[in-house]
Every structure is written in structure tokens, then in C-alpha cells.
């Protein structure tokens, strides 16, 4: 590759190695990209345009519709979605309320957002309904003065005994 000389002699210490280790990357790094910068192992989420006549938040809005994606199976669990700049771009909003949208799904716990802007997906829609009328259910306990052992008593007596097995619960 043109512009970096390559050590040699006894002295260099193996420089010349770390140089072709660099170039190897970056040929294996260019191969994983395809023509429009994305890397080959990004999921393409097949977007509509918000309706910004709909009173519903412009970031709930967002959220749907990578929910939407995801469960027609646009993106499945560890596959990466575009970043957060390209989906604004293609939904026609600002970063920042994809950003928003992406941190609700992340509570959901349906996306992993990682180190840099690397986005993937990590669960699946009806887990993430649930999670969130889990939050939903906090909140609302909270607000009428349940502490959390109370909470999770109040779950654990409505579990479904067909799911907990037959040492939980002794059938009659």
C-alpha cells in the first residue's frame, strides 16, 4: 500500500509486520462495506415516512416502526440496525428523536446500543411489550404507594400455576 514505508533491517523490531497486520485489517475492514458505506452485516429496516399529523410523540412514533421492522423479521436477534443518523434521514426527523426512540426500545429491552454507534437488535417485540407494561405497572404501583416486595408478592399469587410446575404449587 502507497505512503507508509515498510521496516526493515534488524533493527526495525518487526515493524514491518505490524504494517501488513495494519493493511490486512484494513483490506478485511473495506471488504465488510459495501458501496454505500454500510457494513455488509447491517439489517436494511424497510421504513415509512412519520405521520407528523398524528398526535402520537414524534419519537413513539419512531419506535413503532422499528418495533414494526423488527417483527416482520426485517432485523432478527444479534443482527445490527442502521444508525441512529440514518434512520433519521430516512424517516425525515432529527437524530435526536431517534435517539430517544432508541433508548425506549433499549429499555424494552429489544435493541443493545454498544460501544460507538453500533445498534442490534438483542430481543423480540412481544418481549418488549411485555417489559414495557412491566414498567407501566411500576409506575402505576408506585404511584399508589406499593413497595416492591408488595408488587412482587401481588405477581407471584397471580402467576399461572401450569407455568410455575408442580413443586410450586400443589394441584387438587
Known sequence: MGGVPA???AGAGGSGRLIVNIEASIISFMSSVNQNGRHIDDAALDLERLDRSDPTLLHEQVAAEIRRAIA???AGPGERIPQAKDLAAELGVNTNTVLRALRVLRDEGLIEM?????????????????????????????????RRDELVAM????????????????RQ
Open 7 to 9: 521496516a526493515t533491517g
Open 72 to 74: 416482520d423479521g426485517e
Open 114 to 146: 454498544g460501544r460507538g454507534r453500533s445498534i442490534r437488535v438483542t430481543g423480540t417485540p412481544e418481549r418488549g411489550v411485555v417489559v414495557a407494561k412491566m414498567k407501566e405497572l411500576v409506575d402505576i404501583a408506585r404511584q399508589q404507594g406499593y
Open 155 to 170: 405477581l407471584e399469587s397471580m402467576a399461572l400455576p401450569e407455568r410455575l410446575g408442580p413443586t410450586m404449587v400443589s
